[in-house]
Nanobody, 114 residues
């Protein structure tokens, strides 16, 4: 079993920054994929960025150049640095890991005011 706990969400003005963290606990295998997803009210959950255990990253077009995903395997923690935030980035952000099973965190709210 794997547990994921997100933190770092909050309210920020447009143009501001936030850093999300996702701490994993339990048995984490060396080969895994982690990612950040988000879900805005009335919309489907969408992939924001993902990162392999070797730190190869993928970004959705709508965050390229603004968000940076990273991970610290020793700390079993993944991060999402979000810069130049826009009101349309407002959503609940979820941490995900595929680790011989698919696991989700409880989500953290990010609200960007205009």
């Amino acid at each position: 079993q794997v547990q994921l706990v997100e933190s770092g969400g909050g309210l920020v003005q447009a143009g501001g920054s936030l850093r999300l963290s996702c701490a994993a606990s339990g048995t984490i295998f060396s080969m895994n994929f982690m990612g950040w997803y988000r879900q805005a009210p009335g919309k489907q959950r969408e992939l924001v960025a993902s990162i392999t255990s070797g730190s190869s990253a993928y970004y959705a077009d709508f965050v390229k150049g603004r968000f940076t995903i990273s991970r610290d395997n020793d700390k079993k923690t993944m991060y999402l640095q979000m810069n130049s935030l826009k009101p349309e980035d407002t959503a609940v952000y979820y941490c995900n890991i595929y680790n011989r099973g698919n696991y989700w965190g409880q989500g953290t709210q990010v609200t960007v005011s205009s």
